[in-house]
């Protein structure tokens, strides 16, 4: 029997800075439907292409996000 332990929700607000790789590596979370970065001054605009492929995401919470300077256009669909 096969078992698959699914994330929908994931918050990273707060926290400690972190490489893109990193951020990179949340594209394999094809079930996130909620993820929040609130007061996350490591996330950049180049880091939000991560974000792109990420297609049942129903929430993005970048609340004060201070790099992020525009990026939202990385989100665009392909």
Do not use: W
């Not at 972190?18 to 490591?42: D, E, I, K, M, W």
């Not at 991560?50 to 004060?64: H, P």
């Amino acid at each position: 029997m096969y078992t698959q332990n699914v994330v929908s929700s994931l918050q990273l607000s707060e926290t400690l800075p972190f490489s893109f790789p990193c951020v990179s590596s949340l594209q394999s979370l094809s079930n996130l439907t909620n993820l929040s970065f609130r007061r996350n001054g490591a996330i950049t605009s180049h880091g939000m292409s991560a974000f792109a492929n990420l297609f049942v995401l129903i929430k993005l919470d970048l609340e004060r996000c201070p790099g992020i300077h525009g990026g939202l256009v990385h989100l665009q669909g392909y």
